[in-house]
């Protein structure tokens, strides 16, 4: 059977049916309001383990929904976990690749059934609007779906060399590593968690789960529902606690393999941290982005408008792959950019769990405080052209909400045209040409995501040719930098912004968890 990408919210539009996703939705939160645990437990070798103390998850919606609390484990828990896992891979990497496939094809059918409970999770716990939590999860069960095609498509990775002597009969085999940790960000809490643990389990390794501190209700469901698709006791250990505590000491700990969806900060430091050591330890990870949009003098203007608003704008600038600088031809700069501003001043800030809510809070009071000094810094080196304010309405006060914000007038080199914000914060600035704004977009550490807008083929085949980055779109009006889809755009980034050069969704993503062995067999 082909791959087919689950695509719920652009699906139901097509066939008429778009409200019922609205209904399902809000039905979903209702019983996840009312059945919160108090207490949300660790798992280790599929036993239930509590720590001495335990964290509060509270809603960047509104500071008054408590989610539940979760284990502080200690650092010295990281040892077990990975131990667990440790004794599990023997059986785990010796199960055929069919049954693990046919397992994780069970899970995908179950998220599926229990999409909009997931979508549910993912809003009140990270402040995603109903239809990019309802997306998370579609491309989830992508990740899972496309993966065990794959792994049918190659039988396994097992095939037949070619033979130089007659006598003997060669095959190659990738086989996998043994324990990876998976550690886990907030913004794509079940697609990106279930994507980076597919990735490791579907090819036989065992894994030790850490999710986002600030988001780990869905990775906890997530776990769940892998638990009851038949993913046995130890495969998938999951450990909640600090990023710099708990996470670290599972990073420094005796894994296989590291995979990782992060700061470039934190993902540098593991992979020294695994060059380091005595034995090859792979790291494979995703490491943020600083994404340029270039509009040319021959765009259409009212698509590129669409295109950088949403880009920029949507799940308020939290996503590695977020326009957060834009090169405009100065010939078209100011009818651009009045068109942008007006644009983006339409678009509803406020709760997610209103249907009609294009983006909601940022994940917490931190990133208000760092949006607000960034804000402060723009104003200062440039011009805020829209933006720069906390929302402290009557009906938002209880949360994480600021304004969508437009600056310009900063030099290239200023520190918010060069670092990764994740914060609804587009920095603009003027191009004399095409050849100018590619080699500007070029000029940072990151190549994640890039995108253009003309309607002229031959300033698409030289932005294609010369720009840096390992995800480029040409007129999407969808959104101008962001939204690969599982199986159609391969998700990696250049320098920077990743480790591997390979991307997700990709042909190449599953190989990155083998590694291969030539096997010779002399007949007699």
Same mark, same amino acid.
């Given at each position: ?8 919210? @652009? +699906? ?8 019922? *996703?609205? %209904? !399902?939705?809000?039905?979903?939160? $209702? /019983?996840?309001?009312?059945? @919160? +645990? ?8 599929? *036993?239930? %383990? !509590?720590?001495?103390?335990?964290? $509060? /998850? ?467």
């Amino acid at each position: 059977m082909s791959f087919e990408n689950e695509n719920t919210c @652009f +699906k139901a539009k097509l066939l008429g049916t778009f409200d019922e *996703i609205g %209904r !399902r939705f809000d039905a979903a939160v $209702e /019983v996840l309001l009312h059945g @919160f +645990k108090y207490s949300y437990p660790n798992y280790v070798g599929g *036993i239930e %383990r !509590r720590s001495a103390h335990e964290f $509060e /998850v509270i809603s960047p919606i509104d500071s008054t929904i408590q989610l539940g609390s979760f284990q502080k484990m200690p650092a010295d828990q990281a040892k077990k976990a990975v131990e667990a896992s440790r004794h599990a891979f023997a059986e785990w990497r010796n199960t055929s690749w069919l049954e693990r496939v046919n397992i994780f094809e069970k899970a995908a059918d179950m998220m599926a059934d229990e999409k909009f409970s997931l979508a549910a999770a993912i809003t009140l716990n990270n402040g995603k609007n109903r239809y990019e939590a309802v997306a998370d999860v579609d491309e989830a069960i992508d990740f899972i779906r496309y993966y065990c095609q794959q792994m049918r498509e190659n039988e396994g990775y097992d095939r037949e060399m070619l033979s130089t002597y007659p006598d003997e009969t060669v095959r190659s085999v990738l086989r996998p590593y043994g324990v990876f940790a998976v550690i886990c960000p907030f913004n794509y809490p079940v697609a990106i968690t279930t994507g980076m643990m597919a990735g490791a389990l579907i090819t036989g390794n065992t894994v030790v789960l850490k999710p986002s501190s600030a988001v780990p209700l869905p990775p906890f469901l997530l776990y769940e529902v892998f638990r009851r698709a038949g993913v046995p006791d130890g495969v998938i250990n999951l450990v909640t606690g600090p990023g710099d505590e708990l996470g670290d000491a599972l990073v420094h700990s005796d894994v296989d393999g590291i995979v990782f969806t992060g700061s470039r900060a934190v993902g540098e430091r593991m992979i020294m941290s695994a060059a380091s050591r005595e034995r090859h330890v792979p790291v494979i990870a995703e490491m943020g982005g600083k994404n340029a949009i270039i509009v040319t003098e021959k765009a259409d203007l009212d698509k590129a408008v669409e295109g950088v608003a949403k880009a920029a704008f949507g799940y308020s600038g939290q996503k590695c792959s977020a326009c957060s600088r834009l090169f405009v031809h100065s010939k078209v700069y100011d009818t651009f950019v009045s068109k942008l501003v007006e644009y983006t001043a339409s678009l509803k800030v406020g709760d997610p769990l209103e249907k009609d809510t294009f983006t909601g809070p940022v994940i917490s009071e931190a990133k208000v405080k760092q949006f607000l000094q960034c804000a402060d810094m723009a104003g200062k080196d440039g011009r805020v052209l829209t933006g720069g304010k906390r929302i402290s309405s009557e009906f938002l006060e209880q949360g994480n909400y600021v304004e969508l914000t437009i600056v310009d007038s900063l030099p290239d080199d200023h520190y918010l045209m060069r670092t990764e914000l994740f914060l609804p914060f587009l920095c603009v600035t003027r191009a004399d040409s095409l050849e100018d704004a590619i080699a500007r977009a070029n000029a940072v550490d990151y190549g994640l995501t890039a995108g253009i807008f003309s309607e002229d083929a031959d300033e698409l085949y030289a932005f294609f040719r010369d720009i840096e980055a390992g995800v480029v779109y040409a007129n999407r009006r969808r959104s101008g930098s962001s939204g690969a889809m599982v199986g159609s755009q391969a998700f990696g980034g250049w320098k920077a912004s990743g480790s591997t050069g390979k991307g997700t969704g990709s042909v190449y993503y599953l190989q990155q968890f083998m590694r291969e062995q030539s096997r010779t067999v002399v007949r007699p």
